[in-house]
């Protein structure tokens, strides 16, 4: 499960359910690394979208069991249930937004971070990257130029090996069909308070 956003340096994503910059590398990127791939986000980055992005299966999540998406696509009400959608050995993408990355964290095992070299007005941000949990194993920087108004840089990071694991799909599926299974995960020390919190939301249970 790979995590893919593009953050300013104060964390910016978005404002007013749209991007807050126009950077055409950085979305052939995107493009590149989602092509063939399923791609998970909530209901608002949906309908940012004014179509479907080609060659990629769209898992939006909305509360609302009576929404209806803009265009076809595989409508869950839950994190959970976007996440029981992907194989074990399957890559799958997590788009955003915020509110969406701040839960699925945890579940990721991989992040493609576009750091934007600028500050910039948002109502929409990225979670810190803890670094803790999080090791960075690649970074490719690209100037500013004609078609790209602010430098960026790209940010590969992997989930420490022997830091905290992250919740896998299966593990959060069966603690959420079976009570005694999910008491496990949260009795397990490898997996931090935050960590646990997280999935708490995810799953709905207190
Ligand atoms: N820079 C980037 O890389 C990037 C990437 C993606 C998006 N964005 C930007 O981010 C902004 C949108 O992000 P956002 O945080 O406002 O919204 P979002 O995360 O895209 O969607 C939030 C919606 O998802 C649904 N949702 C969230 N958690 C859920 C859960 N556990 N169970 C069921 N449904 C859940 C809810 O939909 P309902 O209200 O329908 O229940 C919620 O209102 C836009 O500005 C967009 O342009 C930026």
Not at 44 to 53: G, H, I, R
Request: hydrophobic share 35%; with cysteine; aromatic share 8%.
């Amino acid at each position: 499960m790979v995590l893919i956003a593009a953050a300013g340096e104060n964390n910016a994503l978005g404002k007013d359910n749209d991007l807050v910059w126009r950077l055409p590398d950085d979305f052939k990127r995107f493009k590149a690394l989602t092509t063939g791939h399923k791609i998970i986000m909530g209901r608002k980055t949906l309908e940012s979208f004014p179509k479907a992005l080609p060659d990629r299966q769209h898992i939006a999540i909305s509360r609302d069991k009576d929404y209806i998406p803009k265009f076809p696509c595989t409508l869950v009400h839950s994190l959970e249930d976007a996440i029981a959608l992907v194989g074990e050995d399957e890559t799958a993408y997590i788009i955003g937004g915020g509110e969406i990355y701040r839960q699925a964290m945890a579940f990721a095992t991989d992040m493609e971070l576009t750091r934007v070299h600028g500050t910039f007005q948002a109502d929409t941000f990225f979670p810190e990257v803890d670094p803790d949990q999080w090791e960075l194993i690649g970074e490719r920087y690209h100037p500013k130029d004609e078609r790209h108004p602010h430098a960026f840089t790209y940010l590969s990071y992997k989930r420490k090996k022997g830091g905290p694991k992250a919740l896998c799909p299966s593990k959060v599926q069966l603690g959420h069909r079976h009570p005694r299974a999910i008491d496990q995960i949260f009795q397990d020390p490898g997996i931090p308070v935050d960590v646990k919190t997280v999935a708490r939301l995810a799953l709905g249970t207190q």
